[in-house]
């Protein structure tokens, strides 16, 4: 009887590791998700941006809602993050790829985890169902 309560215990700690781990990979899911919207974002407005004629008025968002009026010319370049604060000068078709490359990469990263997660969520249905 020791043993087989031993074992329930072992299932039940290994049962709340899986439930955070899996709660930890739907955050990172929904955070890739969320900068992969971003991402799809930012190109359309870059696509924009290079449609503008000179002198066009836009609203550029400050923070919290709050916008400034500003005139745009025409764009040729587009300064692009690549980490750790260091911008890069590319022209829209580099910054368009850039960009889609980084898509790719938060895609597969969300591919990884979905897997990892379906993995997670299995062994925790293995735990209870051998519990009952």
Same mark, same amino acid.
């Given at each position: 009887m020791q043993g087989l309560a031993q074992s329930r215990e072992r299932l039940a700690e290994e049962y709340s590791v899986l439930a955070q781990v899996a709660e930890e990979l739907q955050r990172e899911i929904q955070l890739a998700q969320t900068l992969i #919207? /971003? =991402? @799809? $974002? #930012?190109i359309l407005a870059l696509k924009n941006? $290079? $449609?503008? /004629? @000179?002198g066009k008025e836009i609203l550029v968002p400050v923070s919290a809602g709050v916008? =400034?009026?500003a005139s745009i010319k025409r764009q040729e370049k587009f300064l692009v993050a690549i980490g750790s604060n260091i911008l890069v000068e590319k022209s829209l078709d580099e910054a368009v790829e850039f960009l889609n490359k980084r898509k790719e990469e938060l895609s597969q990263l969300v591919e990884r985890r979905m897997n990892d997660l379906n993995k997670v969520v299995a062994r925790i249905r293995e735990i209870e169902s051998s519990i009952r």
């Open positions: #919207a /971003e =991402v @799809d $974002s #930012a941006i $290079s $449609s503008l /004629e @000179d916008y =400034v009026r």
